[in-house]
């Protein structure tokens, strides 16, 4: 059998001592936190949103003239 160097055991990451089991699944918000078109998307679309409901609330909130 060749030697390996110290520290090269052939698998990386932190599933490399979970005994083979797999790659565990990405949680969700580190896809949404991975993805910069995502990201850009909600940092317009929620900001416009919010706007648009302030402003509706406004609008009804005027008094209406006699």
Known sequence: ???QEPGATGTTGPAAGSGGQGEEPIP??????DSPFLLLFIG????TVFYILWGVINITS???AN
């Open 1 to 3: 059998m060749a030697e």
């Open 28 to 33: 969700f918000m580190q896809q949404v936190l």
């Open 44 to 47: 317009v679309t929620m900001p």
């Open 62 to 64: 005027i008094p209406l």
